[in-house]
């Protein structure tokens, strides 16, 4: 069966730093994109960002541009999510969801979420 | 900036057909959009229902379809049941990039 599960989320102080992980199982990761979406508090749903098979193209939405970087190891079936600069729009419960067909948008698979909370 | 509208509620006796839309704040949703839609309760990751447009996802009944209509993106749900009552979420793609997620459609059962 195809998991995904998150880690690294918790309580950080505006302008800190936190980073997610998703290690995948159950299917071939290396071949497909990956995307972290996010949902805040009572609010809908965000692709953040996402990344391709080898990790040569990423793609970030407008308000993490800069401070967000998506990254994965295909070696250790790992995708993550090195978050700067974190602001209290930043809280919410992420993601990680595999990408059907190369960037389009079909989710078909998602973990259970990590909630990463900004806040002093 | 891209911006995709749903509605923000819809209401739907047992029994009966909805169809919920995702349209887009300036131009048409149309199949290379690819419209993909999500169904979420709360405290749970979202399910996925449909893909490229009309596809279903495994697992889907079949009282789930989707289309385009107009210049929209539609979700039609016919004999609703009690479960199907959860927040429904549009996808459109936008060319190379990020995935534009609409704003939800609250869906009460009543």
């Known amino acids: 069966d195809v998991q995904l599960v998150e880690s690294g989320g918790g309580l950080v102080q505006p302008g800190g730093s936190l980073r997610l992980s998703c290690v995948a199982s159950g299917f071939t990761f290396s071949n497909y994109w990956m995307s972290w979406v996010r949902q805040a508090p009572g609010k809908g749903l965000e692709c953040v960002a996402n990344i391709n098979q080898d990790g040569s193209e990423k793609y970030y939405v407008d308000s993490v541009k800069g401070r967000f970087t998506i990254s994965r190891d295909n070696a250790k079936i790992s995708l993550y999510l090195e978050m700067n600069s974190l602001r209290a729009e930043d809280t919410a419960v992420y993601y990680c969801?595999?990408?059907?067909?190369?960037?389009?948008?079909?989710?078909?698979?998602w973990g259970q979420g990590t909630l990463g909370a900004v806040s002093s | 900036q891209t911006v995709v509208t749903q509605e923000p509620s819809f209401s739907v006796s047992p029994g009966g057909t909805v169809t919920l839309t995702c349209g887009l704040n300036s131009g048409s949703v149309s199949t290379s959009s690819y419209p993909s839609w999500y169904q979420q309760t709360p405290g749970q990751a979202p399910r996925p229902l449909i893909y490229?447009?009309?596809a279903r996802s495994p697992g889907v009944p079949d009282r789930f379809s989707a289309s385009i209509l107009g210049n929209k993106a539609a979700l039609t749900i016919t004999g609703a049941q009690a479960d199907d009552e959860s927040d429904y979420y549009c996808v459109l793609y936008r060319g190379s990039g990020i995935s534009v997620f609409g704003g939800g459609t609250k869906l009460t059962v009543l």
């Open positions: 969801a595999r990408d059907r067909f190369s960037g389009r948008g079909y989710f078909d698979y």
């Open positions: 490229n447009t009309n």
